[in-house]
């Protein structure tokens, strides 16, 4: 279904403050909480979480800063879902996204990049999957 996608409010965007800013930006743009939750990957868990970019040279920053602090995931629903999410976040590189964007206002780097969205509708059910179960799901 292309109605639900799958978020983090990243460490950055987390020990910044940034955290009702952004779940305000989201809600407003009409994007309905499905699920929600505060916690802290270990590193082994981010290793799994990111286990598709396992190969990239970027691998092991991402999964150090993922596992650094709290984050906040949460599955969230409305009409074309994963488009209109990368629209309100912007682009990887905070430096390229639009103004307006939730990594422009909030994000530093193409790695404290504040927020993650989800790039299809079957990542967002494996994303989605690996933090909720269907109890955890309203
Ligand atoms: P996200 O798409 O949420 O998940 C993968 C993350 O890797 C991405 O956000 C960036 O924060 C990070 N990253 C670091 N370097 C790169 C790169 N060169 N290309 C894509 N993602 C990168």
Redesign the pocket.
């Known amino acids: 279904t292309t109605n639900r996608t799958f978020t ?1 409010i ?1 460490p950055d965007a987390v020990a910044n403050g940034h955290i009702g800013a952004i779940l305000n930006d989201i809600t407003a743009a009409g994007f309905k909480i499905v699920a929600m939750k505060y916690t802290q990957l270990s590193a082994e868990k981010a290793g799994e979480f ?1 286990a598709v ?1 396992k190969e ?3 691998y092991g ?2 999964v150090s ?1 993922m596992s650094s602090g709290p984050i906040v995931a949460a599955i969230l629903e409305k009409d074309n879902a994963i488009e209109d999410f990368r629209k309100l976040i912007g682009a ?2 905070p430096a390229e996204a639009a103004e307006g964007t939730i990594r422009q206002k909030y994000a530093k780097s ?4 504040a ?3 989800s ?1 299809s509708d079957e990542n967002a059910q494996i994303e989605g999957s690996f933090y909720f179960t269907a109890f955890e799901r309203f």
């Open positions: 983090m990243k990111y970019h990239r040279g970027f920053d991402l800063f990887t590189n193409i790695d404290a990049n927020v993650h969205g790039d």
